[in-house]
Nanobody
Framework: QVQLVESGGGLVQAGGSLRLSCAAS????????TDWYRQAPGKQRELVAT???????DYVDSVKGRFTISRDNAKNTVYLQMNNLNPEDTAVYYC??????????WGQGTQVTVSS
C-alpha cells in the first residue's frame, strides 16, 4: 500500500502562487505515475498534472505555463508549483498515484482558494 499526505493549500489572491506537496510512504518503489487532480464545487474531478517514474510530465491545457509538477526522490515528495493563480483554480487538490500492480491511491486533499 501507499499512503499520501498533501499539504500547502490555502487562500491566495489572484496572481499569487502556492506550492502543494504530496509526501508518499509505504510501497513507494511500486509507484509508476503521480497525478495531481482537482475538484471544484459542482464539477467533476479533473486531472491537472502528471509525472511519471521516468520524469515525464504532462498538464491540462488550462494550467500549462503556470503550473509545474516536480519531485524530490530523496524526500519521496511530489510538488505542484502553481503560479499566476486565478479564481478558476479554486478547488480541492488531490494527489494520486498509480502503482505497478495497477492500484490507485489517493490523498485526503488540500483546499486551494483564489480570491479575485
Amino acid at each position: 500500500q501507499v499512503q499520501l499526505v498533501e499539504s500547502g493549500g490555502g487562500l491566495v489572491q489572484a496572481g499569487g502562487s502556492l506550492r502543494l506537496s504530496c509526501a508518499a510512504s509505504g510501497s513507494i518503489l511500486t509507484i509508476t505515475v503521480t497525478d495531481w487532480y482537482r475538484q471544484a464545487p459542482g464539477k467533476q474531478r479533473e486531472l491537472v498534472a502528471t509525472i511519471t517514474a521516468g520524469g515525464s510530465t504532462d498538464y491540462v491545457d488550462s494550467v500549462k505555463g503556470r503550473f509545474t509538477i516536480s519531485r524530490d526522490n530523496a524526500k519521496n515528495t511530489v510538488y505542484l508549483q502553481m503560479n499566476n493563480l486565478n479564481p478558476e483554480d479554486t478547488a480541492v487538490y488531490y494527489c494520486s498515484v498509480r502503482t505497478s500492480h495497477f492500484y490507485r491511491y489517493w490523498g485526503q486533499g488540500t483546499q486551494v482558494t483564489v480570491s479575485s
